[in-house]
């Protein structure tokens, strides 16, 4: 098991609810999964105690089978290539720099870049397709390119699992399939864990293997995207009317569940109040 | 923690850097001719008498050439300006000599101020081997004994002696004339905007003294505080005397002294308003004879005794 | 995709050191320079021959006089102090993520001066010599302390917005207790007071100038060695953990060391301005952020910078001597335009 929560529970200080509430999760090798909810569902907040940025005032976070907090920084450098929505960059650099920035949890303080640290930038610039970008500056990319610079970085780690913070919040179709394309073939080809919070619930629902669903800080399901995506469900958690439609495909994605929003006169019996306090029960 | 353990070493590798800056005291080979203690505590000891000296102190230099030494000096300071001395390559303000020319010129003796930037002066000439008297320039007494010290060491005790007597002579007749006149409340300012004056503790305050006046800021807790109007007023000195610089000054003063606040003081409504060069005046050394003759005259409105 | 794979054919290696070293070497020469310079220029006048003369063991006893006792440890200290002061600025524009951050910018230059301008005014600072450096080094140190103090109360764990304004804050409260003092000062210690404010290397000699040294260069050396660490944390705290970096550590770690290598050079040189932000700003426009190359960059670039400004300092206005701090400004601002107009082009 790569990821691994049990019984997690985090408050923010001054918060007056808690932000995650007895969350339990299991990431295994291998896996595409997807974490999704509405805005302030604690989605973030899971990725960070995942990560050990954060230390739960409860329960137990595992990476790789050791509890996350006897991981060293740099160990978990090593192990897992992070991406987050995006990062402030105050200093001008360049592609190729930020890139290499990935090889620096596994040299010293006066080691310079070896011929094998070449090598793996190189690929992973070529991989996401950012190699003609090496010398521009970061700045001067379009989102869609600034993301797959960062996702290169995170290759560059050669790491055994990804984690991704709603990665392509920001970008049109054409960038964010092609973000998720990438990760489906680091799945596929390099046998790596992604682990992928993201809003998009049908992107999720056609790449991710699994998905967890949050809901105000506690599991509201957890399962394939098919057992996950259910319309009482949806409605529930997220209120707001739904239908969902199947995939028309071609390909692998054909029949996958699709979620689609409908206008608010078109089902004038649906309550559209808040949904209250208590939980929904699991599925 | 580690800030802890950092701050530890720092101040251990501080205290270092603290002895490193002190200078280690030179050796006089020859048993020295000449030995006078300096205002800093010093032992300056010196051969012969000093031939080529430099006074970063403009008061002392007036000493030097009371003394009738004017060819020993070799450098002189912005506000030397005595024509004896008009060739004389200067260091400008004093405060920040190039050490290493000082050193060039062979000097046998340099004056400086006992502490203050001149102590970095003062402090490298003294591991250098180069004798530095330091002298304190804030009151009557500083004078006297720096007219003494210098005399002895540059072997002209006899001027000194003589000088000495002048200003002690000066000072009496001064004295003996103020003693039948009540004391005259007066206060001295160094500009009007803002008014800086004398406080207790400075040289001119002394003069004042001496000269039968009365300090309206001797019970100042600053030695040069700035006052606004309404403390004058307050105290209402029957006397201003404004140190002023430069042409124009006198101008300006006037125009100042209409403003509102300012012109219902008991001095500016009786016209005793003098104004004087400051840099003249504020010069503890032998021309102190002319300064009190002059303050006298001011505050007495009477021509002073020879 | 044709640039791409002819970039990838030339060896890697050569390929990241071929720009940092010829740019490292230009700095080195320049700085060799400047000692070289620094050492034969001055007040006395010296011809060079006489210095060579000396350098070798003989010349006589004035030429070895000023330029063993008084050049050479000066060059000394301008060299230390000058690259301790530019390299410990590139860290606190890092650290702070602003490039506009300098050295004292947390208020430890204050700190010093409060401490040595208490003593020269209450007279203690001329009972005994090291006295008033002492004292400096002490209140840079407790400032640094008392910004720390107050800045986590405020906030968490030492954030770059937090540190600032209790830096600026402290740092003006400071200022105000200077002016306080300053206005019981007599004339002559209201003179050395501004004067040691506006920064001077006329006290040096070889222990003051060892010492400083003995500071500067393992300081320089860790933060030199923490220069990639300072490429993440450029990138935010979160990016930087990502990656590997304890940020909590590094933050202690960068600020208190840059901040003894200042407060070492503040203590002895008095407040020097102007190289901790023009110096590793210069070198950024000129050549980039990357800290492996900025670092040993600023220092270079810092100490060959401070060697001639007090140079020039010390010769032009001969007899008289120049405050550096007034040089290094009315130098380096025209140079600095220059150079932002150049790459704003």
């Known amino acids: ?283 | 923690m580690l800030r802890n353990r950092s701050a530890r070493a720092g101040l251990v590798l501080a205290l270092g850097l603290a002895a490193a800056c002190g200078p280690p005291a030179p050796e006089d080979t020859a048993p020295p001719r000449i030995a006078v203690v300096d205002d800093a505590g010093h032992s300056v000891q010196l051969s012969a008498p000093a031939r080529r000296i430099v006074s970063l102190i403009p008061a002392r230099t007036d000493v030097i050439l009371a003394l009738g030494a004017s060819d020993r000096i070799i450098a002189r300071t912005r506000w030397d300006e005595h024509p004896a001395l008009a060739d004389l390559p200067s260091i400008d303000n004093a405060l920040t000599p190039s050490i290493e020319w000082l050193v060039s010129q062979s000097p046998d003796l340099i004056i400086a101020w006992p502490d203050g930037q001149a102590r970095t002066v003062v402090t490298r000439l003294r591991e250098l081997g180069v004798p530095v008297y330091a002298s304190s320039v804030e009151t009557i007494a500083d004078v006297e004994r720096a007219i003494g010290h210098i005399g002895t060491l540059l072997g002209l005790e006899r001027q000194a002696d003589s000088l000495l007597t002048r200003i002690s002579a000066t000072l009496d007749s001064v004295r003996a004339v103020v003693a039948n006149a009540p004391p005259v409340d007066v206060a001295y300012a160094l500009g009007i905007e803002p008014a800086t004056v004398a406080g207790p503790g400075t040289f001119i305050h002394e003069m004042l003294e001496a000269a039968g006046g009365r300090n309206v800021f001797a019970d100042a807790r600053a030695r040069w505080p700035q006052v606004s109007v309404e403390a004058l007023v307050r105290r209402a000195p029957q006397v201003l005397i404004v140190g002023g610089s430069g042409e124009g000054g006198i101008e300006n003063t006037r125009a100042l002294l209409q403003l509102p606040g300012w012109r219902d003081l008991p001095a500016v409504r009786s016209g005793r308003v003098y104004e004087v060069d400051a840099d003249a005046v504020n010069r503890p050394g032998p021309s102190l004879i002319a300064t009190v003759r002059r303050f006298a005259e001011i505050l007495q409105y009477r021509a002073a005794t020879p | 995709m044709t640039m791409g794979t002819a970039q990838a054919a030339r060896p890697p290696l050569a390929r990241e050191t071929e720009r940092a070293l010829p740019r490292l070497m230009l700095l080195f020469v320049l700085c060799v320079a400047a000692l070289v310079l620094s050492i034969s220029v001055g007040a006395a006048g010296l011809p060079f021959s006489a210095v060579l003369a000396t350098l070798a063991g003989d010349g006589d006893e004035a030429a070895r006089s000023i330029v063993l006792d008084l050049r050479l440890p000066r060059a000394t200290l301008a060299l230390v102090a000058g690259g301790g002061l530019a390299i410990s600025g590139a860290v606190f524009q890092a650290m702070l993520r602003n490039p506009l951050a300098e050295p004292y910018i947390l208020g430890v230059s204050n700190g010093a001066a409060v401490a040595a301008i208490a003593l020269v005014v209450t007279g203690f600072g001329s009972r005994m010599p090291g006295l008033v450096p002492l004292g400096a080094m002490f209140g840079a140190i407790a400032t640094i302390a008392l910004v720390f103090r107050v800045a986590l109360r405020v906030g968490r764990a030492l954030d770059a917005r937090v540190l600032l304004l209790a830096g600026v804050m402290v740092g003006a409260f400071l200022n105000a207790v200077i002016l306080l003092l300053l206005t019981f000062a007599d004339v002559e210690s209201f003179r050395s007071a501004i004067f040691w404010m506006m920064g001077s290397l006329a006290g040096a000699n070889w222990t003051s100038s060892g010492l400083v040294t003995l500071y500067v260069l393992p300081t320089s050396v860790g933060l030199i060695a923490l220069a990639r660490s300072f490429n993440l944390i450029a990138l935010g705290d979160e990016t930087a953990a990502f990656l590997g970096t304890r940020v909590d550590r590094l933050k202690t770690m960068a600020y208190v060391v840059a901040s003894l290598a200042v407060a070492a050079s503040v203590a002895v040189c008095g407040v020097i301005g102007f190289i901790g932000l023009v110096v590793p700003h210069a070198l950024r426009l000129l050549w980039g952020s990357d800290h492996r190359l900025l670092l040993p960059g600023s220092f270079l670039g810092g100490g060959a910078f401070l060697l001639l400004a007090d140079t020039a300092a010390r010769t032009i206005a001969a007899p008289a001597e120049l405050p550096v701090g007034v040089i290094t400004a009315l130098v380096g601002v025209p140079i600095f335009v220059v150079l932002l107009r150049r790459t704003a082009a």
């Not at chain 1, 999964?33 to 960070?48: A, D, E, M």
């Not at chain 1, 070449?118 to 001067?140: D, N």
């Not at chain 1, 629902?205 to 506690?218: C, S």
């Not at chain 1, 319309?231 to 699709?258: K, L, M, N």
């Open chain 1, 1 to 283: 098991m790569t990821f691994g929560v049990e019984h997690v529970s985090y408050r923010y200080a001054g918060a007056p609810r808690r932000a995650l509430d007895d969350v339990t999760l299991a990431v295994g090798d291998g896996t595409f999964y997807g974490v999704i909810g509405p805005n302030g569902s604690g989605k973030s907040t899971l990725l960070r105690v995942l990560l050990g940025l954060l230390a739960p005032e409860a329960g137990d976070v595992r990476l790789d089978g050791k509890s996350v907090q006897r991981w060293t920084r740099r160990d978990l450098a090593r192990r897992v290539g992070v991406v987050t929505q995006d990062e402030e960059m105050i200093f001008p650099v360049d592609v190729r720099s930020l890139v290499s920035m990935g090889r620096y949890p596994h040299l010293g303080p006066f080691q310079p870049l070896r011929r094998s640290d070449h090598e793996a930038i190189e690929r992973a610039m070529a991989r996401c397709e950012v190699t003609e970008f090496g010398a521009r500056l970061v700045s001067t990319l379009s989102g869609g390119e600034r993301q797959r610079a960062r996702l290169a970085r995170a290759l560059a780690q050669e790491p055994v699992s990804y984690a991704l913070d709603e990665p392509t919040a920001a970008l049109d179709i054409a960038h964010e399939m092609t973000m998720f394309e990438l990760l489906a073939r680091l799945v596929r080809e390099d046998h790596a864990t992604v682990l992928v919070v993201t809003h998009n619930l049908n992107l999720a629902a056609r790449y991710a293997d699994r998905l967890l669903l949050l809901d105000r800080g506690r599991v509201s399901a957890e399962g394939s995207p098919g057992e996950v995506l259910t319309r009482d469900r949806i409605e529930s958690v997220w209120g707001w009317p739904v239908r969902i439609a199947a995939h028309p495909g071609p390909g692998r994605d054909s029949g996958a569940p699709q979620v689609v929003p409908l206008a608010a006169d078109n089902e004038p019996a649906i309550d559209l109040t808040p949904p209250t306090q208590e939980g929904t029960p699991h599925a």
